[in-house]
């Protein structure tokens, strides 16, 4: 077992570097994983990335600009609805 084993996490900016290296991390330690980024694209490579290693539901991933008030209300909702929950915030974008 993990570290995070059985929590839910969500990481901004999480499409490339630390945030991307984060994300791996807590899905390693057993946690399911939200990736937002403003590259869309990228995030979801990540979350693919880590569902190809981890398994199918490990990892969500949207487009997410942090600056944008109502984008923030839509990707916690979504991230919630696709958890059932969240215990971790890595807001590194």
Known sequence: MGRVSGKMAFITGGAQGLGEATAKMLAREGAKVTVTDINGEGAKKVAGE????HGEGTAFA????VTDAEQWQTVLK???EAMGGLNVLVNNA
């Open 78 to 80: 979504n991230a919630h």
């Open 62 to 65: 949207w487009q997410h600009d």
């Open 50 to 53: 880590i569902n190809a290693a």
